[in-house]
């Protein structure tokens, strides 16, 4: 069964830097696309970045230039930088996997921005 654990998420005023983690309990090659996805208060479950695995990345719109997603693949590691940060970033922040038979997702990791 995979895992997948998010850290780094907290609270920050607006205009900071978090970074968040996303490791995964086997190695990243197993799956087809990765990505973070965000779920405000009232709100739907939206794509924040993704990558495939031949390299193409995506973003949404509203975090396009500000957020980076990269990975580790010797540490089974997805991060994503975020950086200028935004009260209407404020999310619960989930990792995504997907091997192409099954989806898999992480517990979330709470991001407040202060304004």
């Known amino acids: 069964q995979v895992q997948l654990v998010e850290s780094g998420g907290g609270l920050v005023q607006a205009g900071g830097s978090l970074r968040l983690s996303c490791a995964a309990s086997g190695t990243l090659y197993s799956f087809r696309v990765m990505g973070w996805y965000r779920q405000a208060p009232g709100q739907q479950r939206e794509l924040v970045a993704g990558f495939s695995r031949g390299g193409t990345t995506n973003y949404a719109d509203s975090v396009q230039g500000r957020f980076t997603i990269s990975r580790d693949n010797a540490k089974n590691t997805v991060y994503l930088q975020m950086n200028s940060l935004k009260p209407e970033d404020t999310a619960v922040y989930y990792c995504?996997?997907?091997?192409?038979?099954?989806?898999?997702w992480g517990q979330g990791t709470q991001v407040t921005v202060s304004s």
């Open positions: 995504n996997a997907y091997s192409g038979s099954s989806d898999y």
